[in-house]
């Protein structure tokens, strides 16, 4: 599975941005599907966790502004980032784990300006 993830920018503190992370194939057996993101000088912090049928888990860090989903017509994960602060910069990356495999994709970078 390949991973393509699309929609990073600047964009000013308080604003919104949605990500799309679109696979090469079918998702909709895909076990997990994440987002992380990675600040620079930090580790990589999941952010996001969407399973097979489309539960979703948002971390206590971003619960209340960001929220994420899941299109199996058009395998498509998306994140949807609102109230962004300037800490929310940083690279985001979409992940998938399926059968003992994991994938990742090229990262876009978000930056939030004070």
């Known amino acids: 599975v390949q991973l393509q993830a699309y929609g990073g920018g600047l964009v000013e503190a308080g604003g919104s941005l949605r990500l799309s992370c679109v696979a090469s194939g079918s998702i909709s057996d895909i076990d997990f599907m994440a987002w992380y993101r990675q600040a620079p000088g930090k580790q990589r912090e999941v952010v996001s966790m969407?399973?097979?049928?489309?539960?979703?888990q948002i971390p206590d860090s971003v619960k209340g502004r960001f929220t994420s989903s899941k299109d199996n017509v058009k395998n498509t994960i998306y994140l949807q980032m609102n109230s962004l602060k300037p800490e929310d910069t940083g690279g985001y990356y979409c992940y998938a784990w399926d059968d003992g495999n994991e994938y990742w994709g090229q990262g876009t970078q978000v930056t939030v300006s004070s």
């Open positions: 969407i399973s097979e049928n489309g539960d979703t």
